[in-house]
Structures are given as C-alpha cells and as structure tokens.
C-alpha cells in the first residue's frame, strides 16, 4: 500500500522532545509524514530551535501580537492553508486553540497528555502540574493519552493510551522522566495511524482499525 505522506504543522510552547521524536521517526522511515512548519506562542521556545535545525519554518506566532482573538485565528488558519496541512500535532502547546480553528480541523488536531485522561486533566494540568496530582492522590498507575482535540482542555476522542507504573519512590520529576519516554514511542505511532487512514471517529469515540478487515476501540495502541 502507497502512503502519501501527511502534512504535519507542530504547535509547541516548550523543548519540543515529542517534536524530536516526531522527526526522529520520521528520518528513520516508522512516520510517513512531513513536519511542514512548526509554531510556538513563545519566542525562544526549544522547539523552534530544533525547527530551525532541521530547515523547517519556524514562526512565532501569538495572541498578543493581532488585535483581536478572531485575527489571530485567521492568520493561523492562513499559515495551515499556505503549507496544506493535514494534521495538527500539539505536543506541549500551552495555549488552546481557537474555536474556529478547531472547527476548521475538526478531528485533525492530535494532542498528547502526560496521564490518563479523563483523570488528571483540565486547565492548569500541564506539565510537572500532572505529576504532582498522580503522586499527592496516591494512584498505582499513570500513563500517556494521545486524543483528538475539541473546543475544551484535554477533552476529545481518546485514540489510544499507554499505562506508566507510579512506583513507591517516585517523584514527580521521576516520574515524569518515565512518562515522557512513552510519550516520545507513542505519539509517532499513532500519527502513522493516520497516515495509514486507520482511525476512525464516531461521536466521543475513536476507533483503530486492524490492518485487516477488523476494528478494534481506543486502548493500549
């Protein structure tokens, strides 16, 4: 089977690992797909360093830079139009994102949560944030959630999910550490998902097709 690649914009705020990952697989020939530009809302986020080290365009784009919420949104739809994306890939992007544009790229916005959603998400769970809740609640079991984005935080379409150990010891960056390493396996896998056209959306519930004729729900891809 031909897979044509897919075009992929990167929405970063910070290091940009899961950006790393995502064209670390790329260049290895596991991702067919093409990082066609990469935006943060910050100036001299990490991940806009590694855009430009790997020629890609690299834009800094926020809200405080347009007059209005709608300008920026339409300056963003524009910049995804001109590099005919396919995919928006959120990988720590701390900002959400336009109704409009979502509405634009409905089921076409991934983002990837460091635990297991619907647990330990919403506004201001990001980041170390998370995995300080997973310790002070004194769950057994943490993990990564990569999910459709919609109109609210860490909300959407589950596509899949990976379970991460809390250990005894752990602390929030310990933790972290281990999590992050699934992120960086996960997330490329499951954008291949979409480049082989094998998810599917029905209502609240994403859905991954077996290469074969079978369909199986979101889970542990």
Excluded: C
């Amino acid at each position: 089977m031909v897979i044509t690649p897919l075009n992929l914009a990167v929405l970063a705020s910070g290091g940009g690992t899961n950006l790393q990952a995502v064209l670390d697989a790329i260049a290895s020939g596991r991702l067919r797909a093409r990082v066609r530009v990469v935006i943060s809302n910050k100036p001299d986020a990490g991940a806009l360093d590694r855009a430009r080290r790997h020629d890609i365009p690299a834009l800094h784009l926020a809200r405080d830079q347009f007059p209005t919420a709608d300008a920026f949104a339409d300056h963003l739809l524009a910049v995804l139009s001109d590099y005919q994306i396919d995919l928006i890939i959120l990988a720590g992007y701390l900002k959400k994102l336009h109704p409009r544009v979502v509405q634009a790229y409905r089921h076409r916005v991934l983002n990837i949560h460091p635990a297991l959603l619907p647990s330990f998400g919403g506004k201001g769970m990001y980041g170390i944030h998370v995995h300080e809740a997973v310790i002070a609640a004194g769950v057994k079991v943490s993990g990564v959630t990569v999910h459709l984005s919609d109109e609210e935080y860490d909300h959407g379409p589950i596509v899949a999910q990976r379970p991460v150990p809390v250990l005894d010891d752990d602390t929030p960056e310990s933790l972290a550490g281990r999590v992050l390493e699934v992120e960086h396996q996960l997330y490329p896998e499951i954008i291949q998902l979409f480049a082989e056209g094998r998810v599917r959306v029905d209502g609240r519930r994403a859905y991954i097709k077996d290469e074969g004729s079978g369909v199986r729900s979101q889970g542990s891809a």
